[in-house]
T-cell receptor, first 112, second 114 residues
Framework: DAKTTQPPSMDCAEGRAANLPCNHS???????VYWYRQIHSQGPQYIIH???NNETNEMASLIITEDRKSSTLILPHATLRDTAVYYC?????????????FGQGTTLQVKP | NAGVTQTPKFQVLKTGQSMTLQCAQD?????MSWYRQDPGMGLRLIHY???????DQGEVPNGYNVSRSTTEDFPLRLLSAAPSQTSVYFC?????????????FGEGSRLTVL
């Protein structure tokens, strides 16, 4: 599976949009981009995933560049409860045993 | 709906002791997995299973055994605990191995080996 690169930490003001970048320059055509987050020491929580097109759900938006070598997770109106470690992961969909390999993630600190 | 349930939540062992971390899911998921997370680090995959009777190794399998006799349960065994196995352990499941949806995580089991 392709490797991802994320900044170790970011700050965001409460109420503003948080834009978390992820580089996955070695991504293959059949690999999906996933985002999870982990609040305090809880179990990770799924946020969103996509293949080629931009995706949006009730939690966030995922913007994937046309060449698919990078993506950005957008939290449109960050709140203090969004302070967490955010993980960007790429994963093969078919012909794969389902492994999801986590990196070190980005620690997002939302400030009042 | 309980989701993914891990027991125990906390455990202290002495070096050389054995124990089993339990994981159960009530969502009829085919895929189950175990991760460990050390302080300040991301999650590392230990073992995973794509269905009853099928298991395979992840990134850091040494020192751990697993089995999958039922769809619901995926226990993780430490045969001879070592201080290096002090960590937080997370169990996770997904409907199918090739399913593109989310991975559901338990709340974690915090293990200390003295």
């Amino acid at each position: 599976d392709a490797k991802t690169t994320q900044p170790p930490s970011m700050d965001c003001a409460e109420g503003r949009a948080a834009n978390l970048p992820c580089n996955h320059s070695t991504i293959s055509g059949n690999e999906y981009v996933y985002w999870y987050r982990q609040i305090h020491s809880q179990g990770p929580q799924y946020i969103i995933h996509g293949l080629k097109n931009n995706e949006t759900n009730e939690m966030a938006s995922l913007i994937i560049t046309e060449d698919r070598k990078s993506s950005t997770l957008i939290l449109p109106h960050a709140t203090l409860r969004d302070t967490a470690v955010y993980y960007c992961i790429v994963r093969v969909y078919s012909g794969n045993t389902g492994k999801l390999i986590f990196g070190q993630g980005t620690t997002l600190q939302v400030k009042p | 709906n309980a989701g993914v349930t891990q027991t125990p939540k906390f455990q202290v062992l002495k070096t050389g002791q054995s124990m089993t971390l339990q994981c159960a899911q009530d969502m009829n998921h085919e895929y189950m997995s175990w991760y460990r997370q050390d302080p300040g680090m991301g999650l590392r995959l230990i073992h995973y299973s794509v269905g009853a009777g099928i298991t395979d190794q992840g990134e850091v399998p040494n020192g751990y055994n697993v089995s999958r006799s039922t769809t619901e349960d995926f226990p993780l065994r430490l045969l001879s605990a070592a201080p290096s196995q002090t960590s937080v352990y997370f169990c996770a499941s997904r409907p199918g191995a090739t399913n593109t949806g989310e991975l559901f995580f338990g709340e974690g089991s915090r293990l200390t080996v003295l």
